[in-house]
Each structure stands twice: as C-alpha cells, then as structure tokens.
C-alpha cells in the first residue's frame, strides 16, 4: 500500500507514475530515423562482393582485389587443378555471363538493367539447376575465403 494515500501499488509491471513515459513520448527517441530501409538481398549481396580484401600473388606481393574477383579467381584456380566439379561449375558460370538478355517486351519496359544481369528464362531446367548448384558451390567457398581472413 503507497505511503501517500493514492490506491495506485507499485510492483512487479507497475512501474512508479512519475517514471513512466509520458504521453506523447517515444520509448527511443534515437531510434531509426523514418525512411531509412533495409539494403534489399541483392543489394547486401553486391555490396559484399564490391568489398576489396588483400591477397597475396605468386610473388609474394600482396594486392586489394573484390570479393568477387576472388571467388572468380577460386573457381579458375580449382578447375585449373583439374577438379571436375569446379570444370563444370566454371564452364556453367562462363555460359551464363556469355548468354544475351532477351529482347522480349517485358524486358523493354522494366528499365534500364545492370550490365552483368542473367536472364535466367533464357536458360533450360538443367542449365538453372547447374547455375544453382555452382551458386551453392561459390557460396561454401566465399565462406572458406572469408572464415580463413
């Protein structure tokens, strides 16, 4: 029972009137500021593969390259190695940047497209089953890179 003679108890959810928020009041008024929006997927995606990371080359030097360019680099040197499934993951991705966009009507009406996009309809069931199953592949190994830093 309060001291004062109001019947209000404080306790357990019940916090005391006089440090509660009060009306009006947000409870962070830092918080993240309006308009400000999550980086959708891809956007996440090509900010993390624009990322310049140091290598070292055969002679010792060290040099910034992409994340991007790194896993490029992965997937030549493997299949260079003579690694059979990196041959046809390297080969997959060789067609799928070599293949045009389509000049369908959809297409002239979506607005201007970004220079490396894929056109995946162009493509048959397997053709997209291999480029999914190179995609997974480049992804253990963009996690091997970046766990090894």
């Known amino acids: 029972m309060p001291l004062d003679g109001s019947d209000y108890e404080v306790g357990y959810g019940k916090?005391?009137?006089?440090?509660?928020?009060?009306?009006g009041q947000s409870g962070n008024p830092s918080g993240r500021p309006r308009g400000r929006q999550m980086p959708s997927l891809a956007e996440a995606f090509e900010a993390e593969f624009a990322q310049r990371i140091p290598i070292t080359l055969e002679n010792g030097r060290r040099k910034?390259?992409?994340?991007?360019?790194?896993?490029?680099?992965?997937?030549?040197?493997?299949?260079?190695?003579?690694?059979?499934?990196?041959?046809?993951?390297?080969?997959?991705?060789?067609?799928?940047?070599?293949?045009?966009?389509?000049?369908?009507?959809?297409d002239k009406n979506s607005g201007p497209k970004h220079p490396d996009s894929i056109d995946f309809s162009l493509?048959?069931?397997?053709?997209?089953?291999?480029?999914?199953?190179?995609?997974?592949?480049?992804?253990?190994?963009?996690?091997?890179?970046?766990?090894?830093?």
């Open 64 to 106: 910034k390259i992409t994340k991007m360019e790194a896993m490029v680099k992965q997937v030549v040197n493997r299949a260079a190695q003579g690694d059979a499934r990196f041959i046809r993951i390297a080969e997959t991705l060789a067609l799928a940047a070599r293949k045009p966009a389509g000049n369908r009507e959809s």
């Open 123 to 149: 493509f048959t069931p397997e053709e997209r089953k291999e480029i999914d199953d190179a995609a997974r592949v480049l992804e253990m190994a963009y996690l091997r890179l970046h766990l090894d830093e």
């Open 15 to 23: 916090p005391p009137a006089e440090t509660r928020f009060k009306k």
